[in-house]
């Protein structure tokens, strides 16, 4: 009887965590794999540990450990922690690819943009840049960088590819 419960509680868990998420998502769903996680029913709130992944559309994050936290002033997000965190996008228009990665992230739901911190690096075909701050909107694939306030010598930093032939 107690693993019964046991498997329903798991059951349950991850059943609303999930369709609290898939509701919300704009485009499709968006699904999360990892090793384990924590629900708090009151709040909604949710933990994921042990090679995390999500997947939205084109994009996928991969980190160590996510929180989903549904009620804020923004909307709902996920903050990923990780050695590093890392992010792809393929973007369904052109197929262009961008990836990237940093110490920490937020994925903000409705703006559908990631916020990257700590010794950050986004690249693509033609450009790699590296910051201490910046953000990525999958929508338009625009990226916002911003240097360290409080370090002088830590500029952003941008490296182009440059096409003689054209």
């Not at 936290?69 to 393929?90: H, I, K, T």
């Not at 369904?92 to 703006?111: C, H, L, N, Q, V």
């Not at 999958?138 to 440059?162: A, F, H, L, M, Y």
């Amino acid at each position: 009887m107690k693993i019964l419960r046991t498997i329903g509680y798991i059951f349950l868990t991850t059943f609303f965590a999930f369709a609290g998420m898939t509701a919300h998502a704009q485009e499709g769903q968006l699904t999360i794999e990892s090793g384990s996680i924590q629900y708090d029913s009151e709040s909604g709130n949710s933990i994921f540990v042990g090679g995390v992944l999500i997947v939205r559309g084109g994009l996928e994050i991969r980190a160590d450990r996510v929180e989903h936290f549904r009620e804020s002033d923004n909307g709902e997000y996920l903050v990923a922690e990780g050695q590093p965190v890392n992010f792809m996008y393929e973007s369904p228009d052109t197929g262009e690819m961008t990836k990237g990665w940093a110490d920490d992230s937020i994925y903000w739901f409705k703006r559908r943009e990631i916020e990257l911190s700590g010794n950050v690096v986004i690249q693509n075909d033609q450009v790699t840049l590296r910051a201490q701050k910046a953000f990525y909107n999958s929508d338009t694939g625009n990226v916002r960088t911003i240097s360290s306030p409080t370090q002088s010598d830590e500029r952003v930093k941008s490296t182009i590819v440059i096409d003689d032939d054209s």
